[in-house]
Antibody, heavy 115, light 112 residues
Framework: QIQLVQSGPELKKPGESVKISCKAS????????MHWVKQAPGKGLKWMGW????????TYADDFKGRFVFSLEASASTANLQISNLKNEDTATYFC????????WGQGVMVTVSS | DVVLTQTPPTLSATIGQSVSISCRSS???????????LNWLLQRPGQSPQLLIY???NLESGVPNRFSGSGSETDFTLKISGVEAEDLGVYYC?????????FGSGTKLEIK
């Protein structure tokens, strides 16, 4: 069956970096884009952007340009999100989601940024 | 950016009751290819979102047929015909016609 399994929770200090992974299984990884979505505690969903899993080209929403990097390990059917120079407002759960219609979602990764 | 306004923000229903959630868009979501990329998702407490409906009215595989979607251009509705206990959570509409992809602010469904 189709699954997106994300890495575990992270506790970081301001200024540090974090890398989150999203491992896909049950389908051909390069056939579907991968989207990233942020959910701050108690808040709604915010789209961060997406990566073309065939070409590796990322597209970032305006609020996520600069410190955020989408990457792939295509041979491992894995998409990654790296956030550098972490800020308190990056505290959130980060989801990966498959394809144009976001039909499958990872379980989410809680990233806590605190000094 | 396209703004999606969901109403009501909260909804309280009894088991078996039928309810509707509205999603209004600041722009038409009819794409130049003829499709309308308006989806509905449910996020149950402590879980990741789940796709219910895509392209306005198409039921995602495995989703009960008590869920239905309708609408066009800027006005869309999700209807649950006979709420069940497992339907509690936050419902989001989402559009992918215009970049950037945007979500509504959510409607929380509570079970009385």
């Amino acid at each position: 069956q189709i699954q997106l399994v994300q890495s575990g929770p992270e506790l970081k200090k301001p200024g540090e970096s974090v890398k989150i992974s999203c491992k896909a299984s049950g389908y051909t990884f390069t056939d579907y884009a991968m989207h990233w979505v942020k959910q701050a505690p108690g808040k709604g969903l915010k789209w961060m952007g997406w990566i073309n899993t065939y070409t590796g080209k990322p597209t970032y929403a305006d609020d996520f340009k600069g410190r955020f990097v989408f990457s792939l390990e295509a041979s491992a059917s894995t998409a990654n999100l790296q956030i550098s120079n972490l800020k308190n407002e990056d505290t959130a759960t980060y989801f990966c989601a498959r394809g144009e219609i976001l039909d499958y979602w990872g379980q989410g990764v809680m990233v806590t940024v605190s000094s | 950016d396209v703004v999606l306004t969901q109403t009501p923000p909260t909804l309280s229903a009894t088991i078996g009751q039928s309810v509707s959630i509205s999603c209004r868009s600041s722009q038409s979501l009819l794409d130049s290819d003829g499709d309308t990329y308006l989806n509905w998702l449910l996020q149950r407490p402590g879980q990741s979102p789940q796709l219910l409906i895509y392209s306005v009215s198409n039921l995602e595989s495995g989703v009960p047929n008590r869920f239905s979607g309708s609408g066009s251009e800027t006005d869309f509705t999700l209807k649950i015909s006979g709420v069940e206990a497992e339907d509690l959570g936050v419902y989001y509409c989402m559009q992918a016609t215009h970049a950037p992809l945007t979500f509504g602010s959510g409607t929380k469904l509570e079970i009385k």
